[in-house]
């Protein structure tokens, strides 16, 4: 049994009429009634009662008809399913964010790529550090990652969006949180608080190498990997920290922003995927990820 028998058959079941069905399916009268023949002998069952004034079905006729009408009904879908899985329109998407990224980004790119692409699932893992989000892309546990370069396996594609600079966090008591700016240097005799060093985290080395610009090497008291712990740790009072812009949308009691006087060091906020990749959805969220965060941003890879 073929697809097309079906087709027919339920042509010939509507119609009620082997001439209207065959003009409806543009083909000839007696091959349909041959092709319905077929069916019925295949099954062995005979589905309709022939007379030279009318066409009926019968009992199993009428019962065949909806479980046909139900096979070409889920072809149909498989069919259009195919299409959209092709096209991006569908899949599963996971998505890594470092910990700015994870209280800036997402609670505005989330509704926004729900919008462009309802039908892709994103599985959402923040707070994740650089080489993690590496590691998840070689492993296929992560399909686009929101991380800040430098990304050293040169498998992966990056895609610098923006710059964002630096600003200090402390603590509500602090004497300097009352300023509307501050200086580094007035921080050199302060405790820091840092995200992880031995190159596990780009702001790690962004915050020594910034104080090591204005002068004086930060005492280091404590090392966190997630941006949140970090300004509770300044909210307690147990040092101070550099953080990206974007850090300012954790509101934390305890704990103040304020920007860096002069020109402040800034880090790299970039988009990274596998360098083969060419999964459609992936690629879909992809496209819509770099409109909505950097739409004047040029491409640039490594």
Do not use: N, W
Request: charged share 25%; proline share 7%.
């Amino acid at each position: 049994m073929e697809l097309r028998h079906l087709r027919y058959f339920v042509a010939v079941a509507e119609e009620l009429h082997f001439g209207r069905a065959a003009a409806r399916l543009h083909m000839a009268q007696p091959p349909l009634s041959q092709q319905i023949k077929q069916l019925e002998a295949e099954i062995g069952v005979q589905l309709l009662t022939r007379s030279t004034r009318r066409v009926e079905l019968t009992p199993a006729g009428k019962r065949y008809l909806a479980r046909a009408r139900a096979v070409l009904a889920d072809v149909d879908d498989a069919g259009d399913e195919a299409q959209r899985v092709a096209a991006g329109e569908v899949g599963r998407v996971a998505l890594g964010l470092i910990g700015s990224a994870t209280y800036d980004l997402l609670p505005t790119i989330v509704p926004a790529l729900r919008e462009r692409c309802p039908d892709i699932v994103l599985d959402l893992r923040g707070e994740l550090l650089t080489p993690a989000q590496e590691e998840g892309l070689r492993d296929g546990s992560l399909d686009i990652c929101i991380l800040r370069p430098p990304v050293r396996d040169p498998g992966l594609r990056v895609r610098v969006l923006r710059r964002e600079p630096l600003v200090a966090v402390l603590p509500a008591t602090h004497q300097l949180a009352d300023r509307d700016s501050i200086r580094l240097a007035d921080l050199r005799d302060e405790p820091f608080i840092t995200y992880p060093s031995r190159h596990r985290s780009v702001l790690h080395d962004a915050t020594f190498d910034a104080c090591q610009r204005a002068g004086f090497v930060p005492q280091v008291v404590q090392e966190v990997s997630e941006t949140s712990t970090l300004v509770v740790f300044v909210a307690a009072g147990l040092g101070v920290a550099l953080v990206p812009e974007p850090v300012r949308h954790l509101t934390i009691t305890g704990a103040v922003y304020r920007p860096l006087e002069g020109a402040p060091s800034s880090v790299e906020l970039a988009v990274a995927t596998r360098g083969d990749e060419r999964s459609p959805h992936v690629l879909r969220i992809l496209g819509a990820l770099r409109s909505l965060l950097a739409p004047e941003a040029a491409p640039s890879a490594s």
